[in-house]
């Protein structure tokens, strides 16, 4: 580990401030930072610590549910009314890491950790996320926990986190300040795919923080599903997994939100599974149907062909569990 | 024979030593080539002061910013009852309790805890007398090597404070940040269950 500064702003703003300095890394649960550290894969001068910024509160209305981004995991795990009215959230938590892990992760260090891919993570193997130009070791290499949607002929690792595809699926936004201001994006348009500059994940300017997320309400959050698939049964990474919420009315889809994680460059969403839903009885054959579009436009290599079935499987079995088999 | 007096960590930390030492020469540079570009002012060692309330009692340290909570609590305060598995996160041996809330040692900060409570398994029995969850493992044989062992009793001892179901599946899904290589689940799962007072 390089050495670094480790010091706390006084507030928001002047926490901004220190972020904005070349060579400073943001610390917040720190249970992705500290081994990125440790593996020097990540190496700053200096951090700036999140903790006493006030950005650790769960606010529940009638229009949705507030996330400060410094609130811990478990604590959204645990919470009641996301249990009862966000119950895909919740779930997507507790099928993530294990409990020491979530009692330090973040809501907002969540969505932006990095990559499981072992290339990024092995700083003697070529990896154009980590070090842009030096190839990608998975594409002929080991890639069977890789990503079959989003991928480009310089990256395919998949985005790791439960929480993000959860709250793709139910059209987070999040709240974000930095050096020129505040803004929202939708959780959609936070992450990007690889295309030619994998190392550029995000949107996010240089300095920029998540201070919140927010998820809207609406008659679909409460018929609500996390269905991870994993090599082992706990504190593992997904090999597919299926966030799904929907709204039946009289037997009807109403309304559906489908996104998939371990396969995707990024928290995938799923309008053609959604469109098949939407005004369909809720059936198994409409839960097979639609969990057959799934993997429309994927683009599978030599060792994870498997994930294709695998998650239309994956999505079928969520809908089933969400939406009952009439 | 000066061996007999040598107690079986300063033993095993001598002999780790001379063998670390060797180690170093062989892989010195590698892997470094393709790391992340170095900040070129990169600074020098930098420390930061710290009160912790450790197992009850108030402990001022001064550590260099990169000290996890484990290495602080084993290499400065000589609290070896906590242990060093993957250093990673995957395995639990590191578990202790900050503010009642069990997390690993391994990735916390030490200098971020100025102010916090911490307990480790030294502060878990109330002088002579176990800790249910201590005699409970003992009662069950929960342990073979031992070495998980703290850890998964830190753990446990979280997993009571949550309220949780004390069923031995849930019990199994709650514990699944402990890993034990000899393989003593049922006997853990049963200690902790006798422990909760709900087994």
């Given at each position: 580990m390089q050495p670094f500064t480790l010091d706390r702003g006084r507030d928001i703003a002047d926490t901004i401030r220190r972020g904005r300095i070349a060579g400073t890394d943001y610390i917040a649960g720190g249970t992705d930072l500290m081994q990125l550290l440790k593996d020097d894969v990540r190496r700053p001068a200096h951090l700036v610590d999140l903790e006493g910024l006030d950005l650790d509160r769960i606010t529940v209305t009638p229009k949705g549910v507030r996330f400060g981004a410094m609130v811990r995991m478990s604590a959204v795990a645990d919470h009641p009314d996301v249990i009862k009215d966000y119950p895909v959230i919740s779930q997507a938590l507790l099928a993530s890491a294990a409990p020491q892990i979530r009692n330090l992760g973040t809501i907002g260090g969540n969505l932006l950790q990095r990559t499981r891919c072992t290339y990024f993570r092995d700083t003697a193997a070529p990896c154009n996320k980590r070090v842009p130009g030096t190839g990608c070791g998975a594409i002929e290499g080991s890639h069977r926990t890789h990503a079959i949607f989003g991928g480009s002929r310089h990256?395919?690792?998949?985005?790791?986190?439960?929480?993000?595809?959860?709250?793709?699926?139910?059209?987070?936004?999040?709240?974000?300040?930095?050096?020129?201001?505040?803004?929202?994006?939708?959780?959609?348009?936070?992450?990007?795919?690889?295309?030619?500059?994998?190392?550029?994940?995000?949107?996010?300017?240089?300095?920029?923080?998540?201070?919140?997320?927010?998820?809207?309400?609406?008659?679909?959050?409460?018929?609500?599903?996390?269905?991870?698939?994993?090599?082992?049964?706990?504190?593992?990474?997904?090999?597919?997994?299926?966030?799904?919420?929907?709204?039946?009315?009289?037997?009807?889809?109403?309304?559906?939100?489908?996104?998939?994680?371990?396969?995707?460059?990024?928290?995938?969403?799923?309008?053609?599974?959604?469109?098949?839903?939407?005004?369909?009885?809720?059936?198994?054959?409409?839960?097979?149907?639609?969990?057959?579009?799934?993997?429309?436009?994927?683009?599978?290599?030599?060792?994870?062909?498997?994930?294709?079935?695998?998650?239309?499987?994956?999505?079928?079995?969520?809908?089933?569990?969400?939406?009952?088999?009439? | 024979m000066t061996i007999r007096n040598l107690t079986r960590r300063e033993f095993l930390r001598d002999t780790a030593a001379t063998g670390s030492a060797a180690a170093v020469v062989g892989t010195a540079g590698l892997g470094k080539a393709l790391a992340a570009p170095a900040i070129m002012d990169a600074p020098q060692p930098s420390t930061r002061e710290v009160t912790i309330r450790l197992n009850g009692a108030d402990q001022a340290l001064q550590l260099d910013t990169r000290t996890t909570l484990l290495d602080a609590l084993r290499e400065e305060l000589h609290l070896t009852g906590t242990k060093k598995g993957c250093d990673m996160g995957a395995c639990g041996a590191c578990t202790v309790l900050v503010d009642g809330k069990r997390v690993n040692a391994c990735l916390t900060l030490a200098a971020r805890l100025d102010g916090r409570a911490v307990t480790t398994i030294e502060g878990l029995?109330?002088?002579?007398?176990?800790?249910?969850?201590?005699?409970?493992?003992?009662?069950?044989?929960?342990?073979?090597?031992?070495?998980?062992?703290?850890?998964?009793?830190?753990?446990?001892?979280?997993?009571?404070?949550?309220?949780?179901?004390?069923?031995?599946?849930?019990?199994?899904?709650?514990?699944?940040?402990?890993?034990?290589?000899?393989?003593?689940?049922?006997?853990?799962?049963?200690?902790?269950r006798q422990a909760s007072g709900r087994a």
């Open positions: 990256c395919i690792a998949t985005h790791a986190s439960d929480l993000a595809v959860a709250l793709v699926a139910l059209d987070a936004t999040v709240h974000l300040t930095g050096p020129n201001g505040a803004r929202d994006l939708r959780l959609t348009e936070l992450h990007l795919v690889p295309d030619d500059h994998p190392d550029i994940e995000t949107m996010l300017h240089p300095g920029e923080l998540i201070l919140a997320i927010s998820v809207p309400a609406g008659a679909w959050t409460r018929q609500s599903l996390y269905l991870k698939v994993r090599d082992r049964a706990s504190f593992e990474f997904a090999l597919t997994a299926a966030a799904v919420a929907l709204d039946i009315q009289g037997g009807i889809v109403r309304a559906a939100r489908v996104a998939a994680g371990g396969v995707g460059t990024k928290p995938w969403r799923l309008p053609a599974v959604e469109h098949a839903l939407v005004g369909a009885p809720a059936t198994a054959a409409t839960w097979m149907r639609a969990g057959a579009l799934s993997t429309a436009g994927a683009m599978p290599l030599r060792d994870n062909q498997f994930k294709v079935r695998l998650l239309q499987n994956t999505v079928t079995r969520a809908l089933e569990q969400a939406g009952g088999q009439a | 029995a109330s002088g002579e007398e176990l800790h249910p969850l201590q005699a409970a493992f003992i009662e069950h044989d929960g342990f073979q090597c031992g070495y998980c062992t703290p850890g998964q009793i830190m753990s446990a001892a979280g997993l009571l404070n949550e309220g949780r179901p004390m069923d031995a599946h849930s019990v199994r899904e709650w514990m699944s940040g402990n890993i034990c290589r000899c393989g003593a689940y049922p006997n853990i799962v049963e200690a902790i």
